[in-house]
C-alpha cells in the first residue's frame, strides 16, 4: 500500500484514494492538422516506462478529484515528491535522487 | 534425448530412478550463433524449438538472465482459451490452442494440458450482449463456444452462488469447452528439453547487458559472460521488453505493470473447470495438486518490482468470495506478483524493429500463456525467414503509427 502525499489536499492519504494514470509531462500536438501519422502515434501509445525513476499523472478520485504528478520509483516503488501539474520535478533521473 | 515412457518408469525404478539423464545440457557459449534469442521463458523456449523442429535451424542460444522458466511462465494462472473476439487476435490464439491439442504428445513431455473448460461470466446486460457477439465471431471463426444460462451454469458449477442476493447477479456466460489449464512450468521444461535435444544452446545466468549494432544492423549481445555475434535476434523478455528495446535505442508502446496471483491451500476436488468473471473482476480455477489459483487486474501504475499493492489483493478476493462463498474461509498460502508488458490495444506485438536483423515478441500482457506455443511457432517463422509469419504479421509495432489496432480490451472478457 502506497501512502501517497497530495499536494492539492496537503495530506499523505491511502493509494485506494488515488489512481495512476501513467507518465506525466506529454504535450498535446499544438498543431493537431500538421502533425504526422508517426507523431500522433509517439503521442498516443508511445511511453517511456522507466525501470527506476517515473515522473507519473495521478488523480486524487475519492479526495478532492485534482490531478497531480509523482516522481516515484518504479523498483522499489519508493515516491520521491508529489507536485501540481505545471510544476517541474526536483528529483529527476539525471540528478538523481536528492536527499 | 531420452525418451520418456511408462515401460522407462518401470525400467529406472530397477535402478532406483539414479540413471536418469539431465533434461538439458549447460553449454558454454560458442562465440557465434544463427541466431540469439534473449529471453528463457515459455515463449523464447517455444521459439528455439520450432526454430529447430520446423525450420532446420539449430545453431542457436537462448539466453536467460536467470533459470529457465523462472520468470512469468512461473508465475501465471495457466488458463488457456482461444475465445477472443478479433479475427486476427482470434487465430493468433486458435493457431496456440491447436497447438496446446497435442503438445504433450509432440513434446515427449507431460504438459498436463487438461481441457476442463472456460467460463466467462455476465452480469449485466451488456455483458450478455457483449457474450452473444463474441460467442458469434468465435464460431464463424471455427473457434468453439456456447452460451449459457443460469441454470446451465449450475449444472456446471454447482458451488457458485447464482442467486439474486449478490451485488451483481449472474446472468448468463460463454463457454469454451476446449479451454482449460497446463502445467506452467512443464511448458518451458518441455519445450526446453525438445530444443536442447535438437541442438539449441540454454544459457542459463546469461544476462544481455548490450545489444550491439553495426549501423542499424545487429550484430549481436553484450553479456555478463561476453560478447555473443548473431545477425538475427529474437528478444522475448515479457515485462523487461521496453529496457531491451531502450538498449537497442528505440521505444516501445508498452508500459510495464505488476500483475498479482494467489494460491490457496491445498484442498479435496471442489472446481473442475475455470471461471472468469470480468465484471466483478476474479477468476479461478483448481489446480490438481488442489490449490485454488486465483487471480485478476493488473495493478495500475507502472512497476518492475515483481509484488504490488494490497488493496488490489483484497479486490480480488471480493470477487471470488461473491461467486463463491463456500471459499470464504479458504486460506491462502501464497501471493506473488509477475511483471506483464501492456499493449495499448491488449494485444501483443510480433514484429521487425527500426533495427535491421532484431526482432520483438512482447506486449502480451496478462494473458500470454495460453498463447506460448502458437507464439513461439510464429515467431519462429518470423525470425527464419526474416519477414513476418502470416499470423504475426497484423501484430506489428507499426500499427501505432497506422491506427490498425485490433482492440481486444474487454473484448475477450478482459480477465486473463
New interface residues.
Given amino acids: ?2 501512502h501517497i502525499y497530495c499536494p492539492h489536499c496537503a495530506e499523505t492519504r491511502e ?2 484514494e488515488f ?2 494514470k ?2 506525466a509531462h506529454i504535450a498535446r500536438p499544438v498543431e493537431p492538422e500538421a502533425t504526422s ?2 507523431d ?3 503521442y ?8 527506476g525513476l ?1 515522473h ?1 499523472l495521478w488523480y486524487h478520485a475519492a479526495g478532492c478529484r485534482k490531478f497531480f504528478n509523482v516522481t ?1 520509483d ?4 519508493q515516491i520521491h515528491e508529489t507536485y501540481k501539474v505545471g510544476q517541474k520535478p526536483s528529483v529527476t533521473a539525471d540528478k538523481g535522487a536528492a536527499k | 534425448m531420452q525418451h520418456y515412457s511408462g515401460f522407462g518408469l518401470v525400467k529406472h525404478a530397477l535402478t532406483y530412478h539414479e540413471n536418469w539423464q539431465r533434461a538439458w545440457r549447460n553449454p558454454t557459449p560458442k562465440k557465434k550463433y544463427d541466431i540469439v534469442i534473449v529471453g528463457g521463458g515459455g515463449h523464447g523456449l517455444a521459439t528455439a524449438y520450432y526454430l529447430a523442429k520446423e525450420h532446420g535451424i539449430t545453431n542457436v542460444a537462448v539466453v536467460e538472465k536467470g533459470w529457465l522458466g523462472g520468470g512469468n511462465t512461473a508465475r501465471n494462472t495457466t488458463i488457456v482459451r482461444s475465445n477472443y473476439l478479433w479475427d486476427e487476435a482470434a487465430w493468433l490464439y486458435e493457431h496456440a490452442m491447436k497447438l496446446w491439442e497435442g503438445l504433450s504428445q509432440d513434446l515427449n513431455y507431460n504438459v498436463m494440458y487438461s481441457q476442463r473448460g472456460v467460463m466467462n461470466l455476465g452480469h449485466t446486460l451488456q455483458d450478455m450482449r457483449d457474450i452473444h457477439r463474441r460467442v458469434n465471431a468465435n464460431r464463424l471463426n471455427g473457434i468453439d463456444g456456447e452460451v449459457l444460462d443460469v441454470k446451465q451454469i449450475q449444472e456446471i458449477v454447482p458451488i457458485m452462488d447464482l442467486s439474486k442476493n449478490t451485488r451483481y447477479p449472474v446472468m448468463g456466460a460463454s463457454w469454451q469447452p476446449r479451454g482449460g489449464v497446463a502445467r506452467h512450468d512443464a511448458v518451458a521444461w518441455g519445450f526446453a528439453r525438445g530444443a536442447d535435444a535438437l541442438g539449441v544452446d540454454m544459457l542459463q545466468q546469461t544476462e544481455v547487458t548490450g545489444i550491439r549494432k553495426n549501423g542499424n544492423k545487429v550484430v549481436g549481445v553484450e553479456t555478463n559472460r561476453g560478447f555473443i555475434a548473431a545477425d538475427t535476434v529474437g528478444v522475448v523478455t515479457a515485462g523487461n521488453s521496453g529496457v531491451l528495446a531502450k538498449m537497442a535505442g528505440f521505444q516501445l508502446p508498452i508500459e510495464s505493470h505488476p500483475l498479482q496471483a494467489l494460491v490457496s491451500e491445498p484442498m479435496k476436488p471442489i472446481l473442475d473447470t475455470v471461471v472468469m468473471s470480468n465484471k466483478v473482476h476474479g477468476y479461478v480455477s483448481q489446480s490438481d495438486k488442489g490449490d485454488l489459483v486465483i487471480g485478476a487486474g493488473i495493478d495500475g501504475y507502472n512497476g518492475y518490482g515483481q509484488r504490488g499493492s494490497y488493496a488490489t489483493i483484497e479486490h480480488t478476493l471480493q470477487a471470488i468470495v461473491e461467486m463463491f462463498p463456500i471459499f470464504s474461509r479458504v486460506r491462502m498460502n501464497r501471493q506473488w506478483g509477475g511483471i506483464v508488458d501492456t499493449c495499448p490495444d491488449a494485444c501483443p506485438i510480433i514484429s521487425a524493429t527500426p533495427v535491421g536483423g532484431l526482432f520483438f515478441n512482447c506486449g502480451w500482457g496478462t494473458g500470454g500463456f495460453k498463447a506460448t506455443p502458437g507464439s513461439g511457432n510464429v515467431f519462429a517463422a518470423t525470425l527464419a525467414a526474416g519477414k513476418a509469419h502470416p499470423l504475426a504479421a497484423p501484430f506489428s509495432i507499426d500499427r501505432f503509427i497506422s491506427g490498425k489496432l485490433i482492440d481486444e480490451h474487454g473484448a475477450a472478457g478482459v480477465a486473463h
Fill in positions: 500500500m502506497l493509494e485506494e489512481r495512476p501513467g507518465e501519422d508517426e500522433w502515434g509517439n498516443l501509445f508511445f511511453r517511456k516506462n522507466p525501470r517515473h507519473e516515484r518504479t523498483v522499489s516503488y
